[in-house]
C-alpha cells in the first residue's frame, strides 16, 4: 500500500515572481498524479506538525522566530533565497506533519509506504537556520518521531537531491542510530558534504562532479552507498526525494535521466523490504524543471507503489 499525504496549505507558499521554488512545482507533481494508474494511492490530507515534534530537531528560539516571520503582504527574505510570504509558515508546518504522520501509518503494520507531496522543502534547514528554501527541516523532524514515539534504533536517511542536505546532517552528526547518505553534487550551494565528513561513522557523503551521467551515478550508489545502508539493517528508510539531479534541472549541471530514479527507487525499496518490513517514506525536495520534475516524481511513486 502506498500512501500519498499533501495539503493544499503548501500550494499557499508564496515565493514571489521569478523564484525557482514556486507552487508550480507542487502543482506539477499533484497533476501528474492525477491519473487512472495512480487511483490506487490512499490520498490522506497532512496535519501540521506540533511545537514538540520541531523541538526534537529545532532550538526552541529559532521555532518561534519562523512562527512569527510571517508579513502581513508581500514576502520577506530570511537569506538571500529562503522567502516568506502570509500562508508559508502554515505550508513548512504542514510540510512537517505530513512526514511526521507518514512515519507513524507505516509503523503501523509492514509493508506500508508513503510519499509526501509538501513544500517548502526541508533539507537544508539547520537546527537554528532556515536557508536554501527551507524552514522546517521535515526529514528530520520525522526520524526524530521515529527514535521518540517509536523507539526505532536504526532509521536511514537516504538523500539523493543534487543539492547536500546539510541540515539533516548536521542534526544528526553526533547521533548513531541514524544513518545519513548522501549523493550530490559538488562544488554546488551549500558547500557541504565531503567525503571525509563521517560524523560518529553515521554520515556517508558521495559528492558527484558535474556532468556525472548515470553510469557513474549508479557505480557510487551500489559501490558505496547502498552496501553501508544494507550493513546499517535500517528498522525504517527515510528518503529525501530531490529530482534536481535530472539532465533537465536548471539550479545544477548533472546528468541523469527519470530511469535512474525508478532504478533507486527499486533499490530503495528492496532495501526497504529486507530490513525494515518494507516501510518507506519518502518526502519531496528539490526538482525546479516542471516538466523533468513530473516526469522523475510520478515514476518514483509508480516505482513505489509496485
Known amino acids: 500500500m502506498l500512501r500519498l499525504y499533501t495539503h493544499p496549505a503548501c500550494m499557499a507558499h508564496n515565493t514571489g515572481p521569478g523564484h525557482p521554488e514556486s507552487a508550480a512545482r507542487l502543482q506539477a507533481v499533484l497533476e501528474a498524479l492525477d491519473h487512472d494508474r495512480f487511483a490506487a494511492l490512499d490520498r490522506i490530507e497532512a496535519p501540521a506538525a506540533t511545537c514538540e515534534q520541531l523541538l526534537r530537531v529545532h532550538a526552541a528560539a529559532y521555532v518561534d522566530r519562523i ?34 504522520a507518514a512515519v507513524d501509518s507505516v509503523m503501523e503494520g509492514p509493508g506500508t509506504r508513503a510519499f509526501c507531496a509538501v513544500r517548502p522543502p526541508g533539507h537544508h ?30 532509521v536511514a536517511i537516504v538523500d539523493f537531491d543534487v543539492h547536500h542536505g546539510n541540515g539533516t546532517e548536521a542534526i544528526f552528526a553526533a547521533e548513531p542510530r541514524v544513518l545519513y547518505v548522501s549523493s550530490h553534487q559538488a562544488p554546488l ?7 571525509i ?4 561513522g553515521n554520515i556517508v557523503n558521495a559528492p558527484l562532479p558535474p556532468n556525472t551521467g548515470s553510469q557513474e551515478f549508479r557505480q557510487v550508489w551500489d559501490g558505496l552507498l547502498m552496501p553501508r545502508l544494507y550493513d546499517f539493517r535500517p528498522q525504517l528508510v527515510l528518503v529525501s526525494a530531490g529530482f534536481d539531479a535530472h539532465k533537465l534541472d ?5 546528468e541523469l535521466n527519470t530511469e535512474d530514479y525508478v532504478w533507486l527507487t527499486d533499490r530503495l525499496v528492496r532495501l526497504a523490504d529486507a530490513h525494515a518490513g518494507g516501510r518507506l517514506v519518502s518526502t519531496l525536495e528539490g526538482g525546479y524543471d516542471l516538466n523533468a520534475l513530473a516526469a522523475s516524481a510520478s515514476a518514483h511513486v509508480s516505482e513505489l507503489m509496485a
Open 67 to 100: 512562527l512569527a516571520s510571517e508579513p502581513a503582504t508581500g514576502q520577506v527574505y530570511l537569506d538571500e533565497d529562503t522567502v516568506v510570504s502570509p500562508g508559508s509558515v502554515d505550508a513548512a508546518l504542514h510540510a512537517a506533519g505530513a512526514v511526521v
Open 125 to 154: 534547514a539547520t537546527a537554528d537556520k532556515a536557508m536554501g528554501f527551507c524552514l522546517f527541516n521535515s526529514i528530520a523532524v520525522a526520524a526524530a518521531q521515529a527514535l521518540s514515539v517509536h523507539r526505532l534504533k536504526r
Open 189 to 195: 550551494y551549500p558547500g557541504t558534504g565531503n567525503a
Open 197 to 200: 565528513d563521517t560524523g560518529v
Open 250 to 254: 536548471p539550479l545544477a549541471q548533472m
